[in-house]
């Protein structure tokens, strides 16, 4: 392991300040709001588009196959009505695990507007393993191009959010005062 050098510090001190003062000129509120907006929409577009990708790779087909082997059953004994009725109970069941996600993060979205410190801490980790999710989706041998393009334009939104959040965290959360301070 290399201990980096007195100089390699203060650089990246200086590196840290300047990044500091860009999303101060900012200004803490409204990049929060800027955060959250920004977060809010890229839920929007990344849940269409996992959903988009489900339907075209015939994922809930995929399902009702599995389901109806676990079963044990074949295709053949099934109506094509209660086919249609599986695959749309598996499409809605998508549709509300990806709304539940929303949910979710709309909830500690509304708590760091409101300085929370425990939502604050969600987002932030959210903001690095979103980015790190794209990551690994650009990876993925099997994406399509428009979803590699759009995980390719998220990852630096992601890391430009996390790290606003991290060096404006005593500007926009409600940090409890140490003993002695």
Sequence with gaps: MRIPFHSELRYHQGMKEKLRQHFLKIGPRRFVLMTVFSLLILDLLTGYSFRM??????????????????????????SAETLAEVHGLMNKSIDFMLGLILVNNLFFYFFYLRKKLWAYSYVSFYSLTAGLLSVSLVLDKHISTGWLIFNLATIPMYIYLFLGIKLLKEETTLVPKKKGQ
């Design 53 to 78: 990708s489900l339907t075209q790779n015939g994922f809930s087909e995929k399902l009702v196959q599995i389901s109806i082997e676990q079963a044990k059953l074949q295709a053949s004994d099934l």
